[in-house]
């Protein structure tokens, strides 16, 4: 090798880390440069809103946010968008981490279809449900129900449930359990005394992610309620009457618990998608 | 009093047979050792007497009570894990206390006895520790300690020290005999690792392909190896073998020497062990291929009448690639195995 070929690797090597340097800053750009402005805009006075050019500081005036609240039905819908929400995770839960500790556990046929299925469920484009599923509430009286979108969400968040918890089952060697069984648990107690206290934190993360999917949806929210708007669908409804500065206000009171409570579980998601690509 | 009885076990994963009618009594405060290559059966067979494993046909008896219809919990045993299997989310203590805290033992005697187990296997010093902090070797140490707590009548290791490395390995090998042994319990003991097994067995069971083949002392299994198997897997090197051909009237010619063996006309093999040959004035033509001084002894490869063949000699001895060797087997160590059956033949 000679001099010159060391000199052209490394030049190429260099190119190569800015190339990868530019990539990595036009993504971030991508994500953080909307958020940016809705953030400056929600911190603006009404009337800087509306004007141009902006600022690029923000002026910490809560005016539009002071408004926002303020606004007719815009709490009540921040109340209802909660509740389901909450709703939405207590149910995938339940349902989806027993689902995750079987795939996890046990040899059974049709194991491989199952975890297809399972995000399959994701594949059904929601507007092409939603109304069958609208005609099928008002006849059982779920519709404009929180328990009723609520149970629309789980749906949605189920797949999720169930492939964070697999695979948070599998990182539990089977032997911790055995090791219980052979200390005098039953496999109810060897559950709860040894894999529920590790799996704990990720159950909470995946609880947070069902959160996070129902307080986003806003389709079938806009659909199955009427009088019960959850924020989402409340925003969607009044984008036409509602001011600038309270779109930005409600988009980042959107925004904002969705972005720090992903951020909070990453280390989550990235192990369900490691287990889902396999 | 624990003596386990293992009664026409069987145990088959779909097609697949892992154990084929296996019959084995362990007596009380025994130590058995169960060795094989790896997929021979042997955990499988172990973890059907702890219960983690159902057996497909057979019975499993302990301390003369049927158990294999019983749940893990409910057999009298304590069992250590390959990789330890030490709760991460508790500390030592309560790791070693883990079964007597699910038998509700009063907290004073927990404490005591995680005390006196924890000194038994020197870790008092780690008590409040967790797992992620303790070597391969502590948490060993752990999981052993966790299972004697229990008093069990029966203590099932599954390959315990395949883990840890050589030097430890011999360490943790002597320190659990003796706890073992002072314990009073009957011992069921996985392992590969023959030298652990002859070094800490009352009774070794070697299995091959979901068989016992020989279930017997250790020096019995060394001496007299009742199969071809077990005289090719123990022993390192392990034995020599030769085609022998009969000559009638108890004489058999090997490799062109003439040698007193079995009454029979069948054709059989003529099995050494390394160490029991001798160099000698009359004995079997060996043509040395490889010379290997291990510091105690030499270890010569060589070539008898086309086949491999090993000797163990003094190391003193200089010999050199393409010597010719003249080599004596002692004759009241040489073994004979039938080759259709692959048994041995008295």
Not at chain 1, 74 to 86: G, H
Not at chain 1, 169 to 178: K, T, V
Not at chain 2, 148 to 161: N, S, T
Request: charged letters at 15%; a neutral charge.
């Amino acid at each position: 090798m000679t001099a010159t070929d060391v000199s052209t690797g490394a030049a190429q090597r260099r190119s190569g880390h800015y190339l990868y340097a530019a990539s990595v800053a036009l993504l971030c750009a991508w994500v953080l440069v909307p958020l940016y402005f809705l953030l400056i805009n929600t911190l603006s006075s009404p009337d800087t809103v509306n004007s141009f050019p902006k600022p690029f500081i923000p002026e910490f005036d809560w005016g539009s946010l002071e408004f926002f609240a303020g606004y007719d039905g815009m709490l009540k819908a921040l109340k209802n968008s909660v509740v389901v929400a909450v709703l939405t995770m207590i149910m995938s839960i339940a349902v989806g981490a027993p689902a995750g500790y079987a795939l996890s556990r046990f040899e059974f046929r049709g194991k491989g279809l199952f975890r297809m299925l399972v995000l399959l469920t994701r594949a059904f484009p929601l507007p092409l449900l939603a109304l069958p599923l609208a005609v099928m509430f008002i006849r059982t009286g779920l519709d404009d129900t929180a328990i009723g979108l609520a149970l629309v969400h789980t749906t949605l968040a189920i797949p999720f449930a169930v492939l964070i918890t697999f695979s948070l089952f599998s990182g539990i060697p089977i032997e911790l359990e055995e090791a219980a069984w052979t200390l005098g648990c039953t496999r109810f107690t060897a559950f709860t005394k040894v894999v529920l206290p590790l799996i704990l934190p990720g159950i909470a993360a995946s609880a947070i992610f069902a959160f996070v999917i129902s307080w986003n949806e806003v389709f079938a929210a806009a659909v199955l309620t009427i009088e019960n708007r959850t924020l989402t669908a409340f925003l969607l409804a009044k984008l036409g009457e509602a001011p600038l500065h309270l779109k930005f206000a409600g988009g980042f009171i959107l925004v904002v618990p969705a972005l720090v409570f992903i951020f909070a579980v990453r280390k989550y998601l990235f192990a369900m998608w490691g287990i889902a690509n396999r | 009093m624990a003596e386990i009885q293992i009664k026409g076990v069987a145990k088959s994963f779909g097609s697949y047979t892992a154990l084929h009618d296996i019959n084995l009594t362990i007596q009380d405060q025994e130590f058995m050792v169960l060795l094989g290559a790896s997929g021979c059966g042997k955990t499988t067979l172990l973890r059907i007497v702890a219960g983690l494993e159902t057996a497909t046909t057979g019975e499993v008896w302990i301390g003369g009570k049927r158990v294999d219809h019983l749940p893990p919990k409910d057999r009298g045993i304590a069992m250590v894990f390959q990789n330890y299997a030490v709760f991460p989310h508790l500390t030592v203590f309560e790791n070693i206390g883990f079964g007597l805290r699910m038998k509700k033992v009063p907290n004073d005697e927990v404490k005591r006895r995680v005390e006196r187990t924890a000194g038994l296997m020197h870790i008092e010093q780690l008590l409040g520790r967790y797992s992620g902090e303790l070597s391969g070797g502590q948490r060993q140490r752990v999981a052993v300690a966790r299972a004697l707590a229990m008093e069990p009548d029966v203590i099932l290791m599954d390959e315990p020290l395949s883990n840890l490395d050589a030097l430890l390995r011999m360490e943790m090998r002597a320190e659990l005999k003796g706890v073992l042994a002072e314990s009073n319990t009957t011992a069921i003991y996985v392992t590969h690792d023959q030298v652990e097994a002859m070094s800490m067995a009352d009774r070794i069971s070697v299995m091959h392909q979901g068989r016992i083949v020989q279930a017997a002392s250790p020096i019995e299994v060394y001496r007299n190896p009742a199969a071809e198997f077990v005289a090719g897997f123990i022993g390192n090197p392990p034995m020599n073998f030769l085609p022998a051909t009969p000559q009638g009237a108890g004489k058999w010619a090997v490799a062109g020497q003439v040698l007193d063996g079995p009454q029979t006309q069948k054709a059989l093999k003529f099995a050494i062990r390394p160490e029991d040959l001798h160099l000698a004035g009359q004995g079997l033509q060996a043509v040395a291929k490889v010379i290997e001084p291990l510091g105690a002894h030499l270890l010569v490869t060589c070539e008898v009448d086309g086949a491999l063949f090993r000797a163990v000699l003094d190391s003193d001895l200089s010999v050199k690639p393409g010597d010719t060797l003249t080599l004596a087997p002692q004759s009241d160590r040489i073994r004979w195995f039938d080759p259709e059956t692959t048994r041995a033949v008295a």
